[in-house]
């Protein structure tokens, strides 16, 4: 029965992250510790920012938002993971992969774009402190984290489009252990060369051009970071922009590493293994970067600790 424009798949069968039987259940709670410690850790960020009114400052108002997406990212495609871990097959219905390939998309271009503020927040902050109240106003805030998810919002929208465009017959079997775009790609029984031409000029779009973007910014606070005189000013300035470098580096890297290469060349494995960092490492570590080596944040944890204790 047709499924969808022209497609004959009513279901996919997700391979998942690897064959081997006996790894499954070792697997399943490995991912289960992950995906506790990413859910506690963007809530229990989420919920200190918003109980500490010295938090309370555009860094943190886009560090509220990359918690809420790496929060949702996660859950469109761990819990689905898990039940693949513990079940037999791993299918998922035509409708339900399309809405997490979208889903997906979404979060995963929210988070580059919010990155990408995050930058321009430091960039401001050690490069014109004087124009800071000005240059990062909550109007502003407001502007770049709603651009960022109405760009978020147009890409996921092409790429799930021109996804419903294909026709899939026979094949159903995805190897991988969610609806990523390109292995569903490989299974369609017509041309896909638009739609790797969209995935391409999306993944640019959305990786290059704020990579570019951060790059040019850490250039300039490197350079204004160099000219303080202080070697105590110039340590500070640094460890203020520490986390966000180690959370751009692990999230754009894993993304180039799945998406700027032709889809002929990429390892199937390696793809997975990228996949599970930008999907499932990413979203736990950045609660942790941004709470253990942030002095703010550790005083409102124990600030807070010691107003619910007494």
Known sequence: ??????????????????????????????????????????LGLITLIVLNSHLHTPMYFFLINLSFIDLCYSSVITPKMLIHFISRPNTISYISCMIQLYFFCFFGISECYVLTSMA??????????????????????????????????????????????????DANTINHYFCDVLPVLQLSCM???????????????????????????????????LHINSTEGRSKAFSTCSSHIMAVSLFFGSCAFMYLQPSSSSSKNGGKISSVFYTNVVPMMNPLIYSLRNKDVVFAMRKTLRRRMF
Do not use: W
């Open 191 to 225: 041309s896909t060369y638009i739609n790797e031409l969209v995935v391409f000029i999306l993944s640019v779009i959305s990786i290059i051009v704020p990579c570019i973007t951060i790059f040019i910014s850490y250039g300039f606070i490197i350079c204004s970071i």
């Open 1 to 42: 029965m047709a499924i969808g424009n022209g497609s004959f798949v009513s279901e996919f069968i997700l391979v998942g992250l690897t064959n081997h039987p006996d790894f499954q259940l070792f697997l399943f709670f490995l991912f289960l510790a992950i995906y506790m410690v990413t859910v506690l850790g963007n």
């Open 120 to 169: 321009y927040d430091r960039y401001v902050a050690i490069c014109n402190p004087l124009l800071y109240d000005f240059a990062v106003s909550p109007k502003v805030c407001s502007n770049l984290i709603l651009g960022s998810y109405l760009i978020a919002f147009s890409s996921a929208m092409a790429n799930t489009g021109c996804m419903l465009r294909l026709t899939f017959c």
